[in-house]
């Protein structure tokens, strides 16, 4: 990106550039499922951060964001009246399609936003994942998001590619579609940005 476009005004829901603003494409849809983001301090202003899509687009989706203060102690409490799970690839995590089995009314996800590195770390170190059964994808689809690197068993798999994946098992094919629409516009956007074609 030209340097003279860093200093351009941008958006502050989509954060693109003004004249690549893609609200347009931020429809807010219906789950029954909540998905609540976690957010690591990294992310917070990044351009390529998907996370702060979340709640952009679903009704049900939330995002919290975690300072350096979580490694203290600080985590969102968690409702005793929902079946709170953590989207992480762990040996002993229960596949998604069985949750829909184990609970019929629905689940509250939690989606750690951060570099694989960053959310091996906060799982094993910060207070309160350690309160949370772990669910994943039965398979990893490859990841569409090319503005960005993502290493580790989920690579290629942005925050926003995982909720859309895990609403395509927990609601439908109709959810996750829509979200990926809105993720190919984005990415449409940053590599205009960038002068690159789309087509590569």
Avoid at 106 to 120: E, F, K, P, T
Avoid at 165 to 190: F, K, N, P
Wanted: proline fraction near 6%; charged fraction near 20%.
């Amino acid at each position: 990106m030209p340097r003279n476009q860093e200093k351009l005004p941008r958006c502050p829901r989509c954060r693109m550039h003004l004249a690549l603003c893609f609200c347009e494409a931020l429809k807010t849809i219906p789950t029954q499922t909540r998905v609540s983001v976690l957010q690591h301090p990294n992310e917070r202003y990044k351009v390529t951060n998907t996370g702060h899509l979340v709640p952009k687009l679903l009704k049900n989706g939330a995002l919290h964001q975690l300072s350096k203060e979580g490694r203290l102690g600080y985590f969102p409490q968690l409702s005793a009246q929902e079946a709170n799970y953590l989207l992480f690839p762990h040996p002993e995590a229960t596949a998604l399609n069985q949750l829909t089995e184990e609970h019929p009314q629905g689940v509250h996800l939690w989606v750690v936003d951060a570099s694989w590195r960053q959310a091996r770390r906060m799982v094993s170190r910060w207070p309160g994942f350690q309160s949370m059964p772990f669910a994943s994808l039965s398979e990893i689809p490859k990841g569409r998001f090319r503005v960005r690197n993502y290493q580790g068993d989920q690579e290629g798999l942005c925050t926003l590619e995982a909720v859309a994946h895990s609403l395509a098992v927990l609601e439908c094919q109709w959810v996750a579609d829509s979200l990926l629409e809105t993720l190919d516009t984005m990415v449409g956007r940053i590599l205009q940005s960038r002068g690159v074609s789309e087509e590569l």
